[in-house]
């Protein structure tokens, strides 16, 4: 299977949200290529698309599965006038996004596992990373967002394999699902002082009203999700019968079920 090129991706733009597309075969991570780019003083809207990473990125440290020719893993080079601690809204309002451009290359559901996970038929089928550099006076001077959906069937690795799902599509609608991630993440970013994306965000949390488990303070909870607040933080009435807002962190689901 050949490589699509950044003009396919253009092609299938509606509007001009990217500043400059920039596709790869392969790469070790598209994260590092934007962390490049922008200390080279690359514009927001520069975008880093790769048909296989060998050195893919996740949360908390973890590597990201990027294997040749069945995912789309991209990113985004932004520059947003936002205080540090407002990072969060970048990854929250790309959830969002992510789902819709999904449904509109194919006939699936997707919902969104806090904070950062895309889900499909309780599998996971797409990872979010945001990662900051912090400028003068609190201040984020950049930030790059990644963004990895699992496009096409592929045999995972075992310690995923319970766990990792596929959009179930064939990999030649990875330049549409580009643009149309593009398109979707842009017209919440243009407007995240509004947080336009939280009612969809919250419409799609899949752990809204189950139970699940978190660390703090290196002991382990169980709570029941009631809801994501106006900053984006999982709401969980804990085991102590108090309403907590966690900020950070990972949850895992205790009662499956979807």
């Not at 003009?7 to 934007?34: F, H, M, P, Q, Y």
């Not at 038929?121 to 967002?145: F, N, P, W, Y």
Request: aromatic letters at 6%.
């Amino acid at each position: 299977m050949s490589m699509f090129t950044a003009d396919d991706v253009r092609a299938a733009l509606r509007e001009n949200t990217a500043a400059n597309i920039i596709v790869k075969e392969t790469t070790g991570s598209t994260n590092l290529d934007v962390k490049a780019l922008a200390a080279d003083g690359a514009p927001e809207g520069t975008v880093v698309i790769a048909g296989e990473q060998t050195a893919g990125r996740g949360r908390l440290g973890r590597s990201f599965y990027s294997p040749k020719n069945s995912g789309l893993y991209m990113s985004i080079l932004l520059r947003p006038q936002l205080p540090a601690a407002d990072a969060l809204a970048m990854t929250t309002c790309a959830a969002p996004a992510v789902c819709e451009a999904i449904e509109g290359v194919c006939d699936v559901t997707a919902g969104i596992k806090w904070v950062n996970d895309i889900y499909i038929d309780g599998r996971k089928v797409c990872g979010i990373l945001t990662e900051s550099v912090i400028g003068q006076g609190g201040m984020l001077g950049c930030a790059v967002l990644g963004i990895g959906v699992n496009v096409a069937d592929t045999a995972f690795p075992a310690d995923i394999a319970d766990k990792a799902g596929s959009l179930h599509t064939d990999a030649n609608v990875r330049p549409k699902l580009a643009a149309l991630i593009l398109e979707r993440f842009f017209a919440y970013y243009r407007r995240l002082p509004e947080k336009t994306y939280l009612d969809e965000y919250r419409r799609r949390s899949v752990l809204t009203g189950r139970t699940v488990q978190y660390e703090q303070s290196g002991e382990l909870h169980c709570a029941k999700v009631i809801g994501i607040d106006d900053d984006a933080r999982l709401v969980v009435l804990g085991d102590n019968g108090k309403e907590l807002h966690l900020g950070t962190g990972e949850v895992q689901i205790k009662n499956k079920g979807w």
